[in-house]
């Protein structure tokens, strides 16, 4: 048996197939027809661990991938937050990899698909995990890159055409792990680097020199296999961390331009009544406290909130970290008074701290300094459903 000849009759099953979507007129039919063939083609020579599909990643962090022509995914344990043939969300612990398809690779479409592979790619975190083997064992593993390609069923250029745009393209971008792993060309060739880019424990290492990552091989008819077998080998490298989908439900409201998290779920008393309702923060007391709030380590945050550094919070905390106090009226340390039913409480002339998370920032917020004009009704949750949380 001769494993090229299967490949080549299936390249040419799938040009047979480019060229019926070229008579189809209306862009989103023909876009649809291209992909389904190619969809086709992996859901039957992949594993079956890995699911094919289309649409967009999301991160923890509520970030959100491009519109991805194909997403390959955990099969087994990926939920789908939103599922359609033709679009679904997924959580990005489940992803391993996704292709951007073209018809004709012309310049303007390789830029375009190399801007779609980049907003995947910028989702990936950037600490890695630990996983468990076996029982008793723990082994760490870097953040998981997923496998990118741009595949193409033809072009009206040589490839080494192509592998030239492909070095310009590398060099725009800030940080080059973003760029696709592979650019292909069906009947013509592959552009990216000829060796194993992920080795043991997730780590990516791409090559350093820009000429092997736009190396270019003029497989031919021999293109779908060399691709398949190299793009498999990258996937079967690949460990994913366990899905924590807590995380999800937790993740950062976008509030404006910015990703706030912990600013939503606040209960207060009713105007003029006795039963307690859930707030959230407004976007224009969000940007007051953006605008209002000083940058100050963890160590002068302890001082200027307790009055001095907790003990033996030096071994449990980064006393460096950087936090934003908003405290506009530079009240004191916080001090403890006993209200009229004789229980402690904190003196509203001096500071206390409320906590929120913005753009990935620690917020300390005086909640003196913060007044009724700052919230509004948050129709999210009740108080039930907060408390059940």
Known sequence: MDIRKIFEAISLELSAKFQKTIQIKHNGGKGDNREDAFVGFLKEYLPGKYGIGRGEVISPENEISGELDIVIFDKDHCPLFLKSDSHSIYPRESVFGAISMKSH?????????YKNIASLKKMVPTKGFSNSPS??????????????AIFAYASNRSLEAIAKQVKELDRELDDINLRPDFVVVLGLGIVGPNSRIRKDFNQYDLPQEYNDLSYSRSTGRHTLLRFYMQYLDELNTITQPNLNLRSYF???????????????KLIMKHEDKEMEVVKRLTLSAIDRIVKDSKMVTLEQHYKN??????LGSEKIDDLSRVIYEYNPKNKPPLKIIWDDDNSPTGDVNTFQAFYIEIDGNQYAI????INNDDFEDNPDFTVDELMSN
């Open 105 to 113: 690779l012309d310049s303007e479409e390789l830029r375009d698909a």
């Open 135 to 148: 029982p008793g064992m723990r082994v760490g593993l870097h953040p998981v890159v997923p496998v990118t």
């Open 250 to 264: 937790d993740m950062p409201s976008r509030v404006g331009e910015y990703k706030v998290r912990k600013h939503d």
């Open 305 to 310: 909130y307790f009055g001095a550094i907790p």
């Open 366 to 369: 005086d909640s003196e300094s």
